[in-house]
Structures are given as structure tokens and as C-alpha cells.
Nanobody, 120 residues
């Protein structure tokens, strides 16, 4: 019903930047972005649990995990049906598979994940 496609991952040196994109589409929901009640970026490093990195709250304010505050920025372009994660000053500990996720109605949807690797 809803598809999320991430892009923008890759290999970068410590201190570098990447921007992740998440394109949201649906063949049955005409205004898919306006139907979203929650959107966020998550990551999962090897051997660790998946964690919320950044997301929009119900009042549309952004929230971040402490470890990325001041370095990462979540944003969205409703017209493009896309939301983004700008990642600056990357650290090796940011290495993980990053997933975008949205909630529409009572269902959560996830992208396939994109690998981010930060070398020291």
C-alpha cells in the first residue's frame, strides 16, 4: 500500500557529511504525505538494537537522539513526497543501516534500509 525508498547512504570519512532521502509513495493513497502521523529515521548497528535517530512529533517539532543533536537535521518536502536526514560531522559510531519509517493509520511502514559507513 505504501512504499518507502531510501537513498543517499555510502562510505564517508569521519567529519564528512551525507544526506539520506526517503521517497514515500502509494498507489491507493492520493495525498500520502498528509496521511502520515509519524515519520522518522532509525538506525541499527551490528549487534545493537534499532534506535530512533530523528523524527517529527505530533506537533511537527523535530526530536533527536542525544548522540546526534547538533549534527543531524531531519526535514521534509511534502510536494516531493520525500523526507531527509542531513548528517554532518559524521563519526565512526554513526556507522549503521539507516531506515526511514512512517505511520499511516494504524500501520507502520519501513524502507529497505541504506548502509552508512564512516571510516576513521
Amino acid at each position: 500500500q505504501v512504499q518507502l525508498v531510501e537513498s543517499g547512504g555510502g562510505l564517508v570519512q569521519a567529519g564528512g557529511s551525507l544526506r539520506l532521502s526517503c521517497l514515500v509513495s502509494s498507489k491507493i493513497i492520493s495525498s500520502v504525505m498528509s496521511s502520515i502521523s509519524r515519520m522518522g529515521w532509525y538506525r541499527q548497528a551490528p549487534g545493537k538494537h534499532r534506535e530512533l535517530v530523528a523524527g517529527f512529533t505530533s506537533d511537527s517539532s523535530a526530536n533527536y537522539v542525544d548522540s546526534v543533536k547538533g549534527r543531524f537535521t531531519i526535514s521534509r518536502d511534502t510536494a516531493a513526497s520525500t523526507f531527509y536526514l542531513q548528517m554532518n560531522s559524521l563519526k565512526p559510531e554513526d556507522t549503521a543501516v539507516y531506515y526511514c519509517s512512517v505511520t499511516i493509520g494504524f500501520r507502520d511502514y519501513w524502507g529497505q534500509g541504506t548502509q552508512v559507513t564512516v571510516s576513521s
